[in-house]
């Protein structure tokens, strides 16, 4: 694994408090269960829905998410006064 993708994924890792190999575990996890394999790509293939009470979020809201959960508590809280 190239260092700078290791470093990456431990950030990650440590944000989401797991372990580096669960963060590589579940990261591997959902991207089978919410793209189709390759090879049924273009065939007619429709991707299978997010099971029942799983939600999945695209990679710029996880991303978002990412950032928001970086952010001093009181920046968090300004920031959500302003979806109100």
């Known amino acids: 694994m190239p260092p700078e993708l290791k470093e990456r994924l431990g950030r990650e890792a440590e944000i989401n408090g797991r372990?580096?190999?669960a963060e590589i575990v579940d990261r591997l996890r959902k991207s089978?269960?919410?793209r189709p394999p390759l090879s049924l790509v273009g065939e007619g293939y429709q991707a299978q829905q997010p099971r029942e009470g799983y939600d999945a979020i695209t990679d710029i809201e996880r991303q978002l998410l990412t950032i928001?959960?970086?952010l001093p508590v009181e920046k968090q809280l300004a920031l959500l006064s302003l979806f109100k």
Do not use: A, D, H, K
Request: aromatic share 12%; charged share 35%; proline share 0%.
């Open 68 to 70: 928001f959960r970086r």
């Open 19 to 21: 372990s580096l190999n």
């Open 32 to 34: 089978l269960e919410t």
